[in-house]
Nanobody
């Protein structure tokens, strides 16, 4: 069974940057989709970005397109989310997830990492 561990969250001012990491262990992820979701207080969890581990295809929500960059390091089994030009509305708990298809279902989830953007 795969374990996912996120890191890199924190407090940043609007316009700043953060890089999130998601390390996978326990299973090869070569045939999977890995994704980032986020959930703000009082809101439903929403898709942020995803990457195909085999083909390196990337996908972004419209709200983050042009500001966030998803990437991966095959050797480290780790996915990253570089978040630039952060806005207060990006404040949320960010989760990484692993699944077979972009639209899900996602089989494994990390514990989440808090990102807070102050205005």
């Amino acid at each position: 069974q795969v374990q996912l561990v996120e890191s890199g969250g924190g407090l940043v001012r609007a316009g700043g940057s953060l890089r999130l990491s998601c390390a996978a262990s326990g299973r090869t992820v070569s045939s999977y989709i890995m994704a980032w979701f986020r959930q703000a207080p009082g809101k439903e969890r929403e898709f942020v970005s995803a990457i195909s581990w085999s083909y390196s295809s990337t996908y972004y929500a419209d709200s983050v397109k042009g500001r966030f960059i998803i990437s991966k390091d095959n050797a480290k089994n780790t996915m990253y989310l570089q978040m630039n030009s952060l806005k207060p509305e990006d404040t949320a708990v960010y989760y990484c997830a692993l699944g077979r298809r972009l639209l899900g279902p996602y089989d494994a989830w990390g514990q989440g990492t808090q990102v807070t953007v102050s205005s």
